[in-house]
């Protein structure tokens, strides 16, 4: 399998731009999650999914973020508008009920200026 | 709520020698604890899952112990190399069935000089 695929993997956005992210999760996985990465505040659980379904997204830090799973091997994380302070890493993960062990893609890295 | 620490923030050590990075935990009802691996601009790298009912874990050089009582793990590497040269991080599991939410520390930053 290829792992957990991200794209793009780098974003340059202007401040007011809508952002989506995009993930594919390893086959045959159940759970998804999106993690926030900063300097300042390490990494965040922004919301997770199993079985396509949001099940935790009390990480998400305000409506202006946004994720769906409309199906099992696709999710995205939009923001909309985008803030200079959105600027972060976010990266996707995915596991298995039958073994909860995260694998993690390689990231995204959006820069809102 | 759940606290997850790593100290120290940044080590670095001559190469060959062995070495411990420690991570500690608040609330010892984990399910389980897993020591991920990033290098610089890239994901993370999963390295070791330990069970709350595990006491150690091993692959190659690495040894991953946990004393859930006492709220503590540690991840052992032995004869360092600089290609070991990474950030790593501890996170936890919390207990309750489905509830997949990892608490991250914030990690440790590994410099293995030549």
């Known amino acids: ?14 401040m007011g731009q809508e952002v989506t ?3 594919k999760p390893i086959s045959g996985h159940d759970y998804l999650f999106w993690y926030r990465q900063t300097m300042m505040r390490g ?5 997770y999914f199993n079985n ?8 998400m830090p305000e409506d202006r973020f946004s994720a ?5 091997s696709f999710s995205t994380l939009k923001i909309q508008p985008s803030e200079p302070r959105d600027s972060a890493v976010y990266f996707c993960a995915s596991s298995i009920m039958a073994r909860p062990e995260a694998f993690f893609g390689q990231g995204t890295r959006l820069t809102v200026v | 709520k759940q606290e997850v620490t790593q100290i120290p923030a940044a080590l670095s050590v001559p190469e060959g020698e062995n070495l411990v990075l420690n991570c500690s935990f608040t609330d010892s009802a984990i399910y389980n604890l897993q020591w991920f691996r990033q290098d610089p601009g890239k994901g993370l790298t999963s390295l070791l899952l330990i069970q709350s009912s595990q006491r150690e874990q091993t692959s190659g050089r690495l040894n991953a112990s946990l004393d859930k009582s ?3 793990s540690t991840l052992y590497i032995a004869a360092s190399q ?9 996170a ?6 489905g509830n997949e939410k990892l608490t991250f520390g914030t990690g440790t930053r590994l410099t293995i000089i030549p």
């Open chain 1, 1 to 14: 399998d290829a792992g957990v695929i991200q794209s793009p993997r780098h974003e340059v956005t202007e």
């Open chain 2, 82 to 90: 600089p290609g070991d040269s990474a950030t790593y991080l501890c």
């Open chain 1, 68 to 72: 769906k799973m409309p199906n099992a």
């Open chain 2, 92 to 97: 936890v599991r919390p207990t309750n069935f």
């Open chain 1, 21 to 23: 992210l995009r993930c």
């Open chain 1, 52 to 59: 396509n379904v949001p099940i935790d997204d009390s990480g």
């Open chain 2, 70 to 72: 006492s709220g503590r």
């Open chain 1, 43 to 47: 990494l965040e659980l922004l919301i």
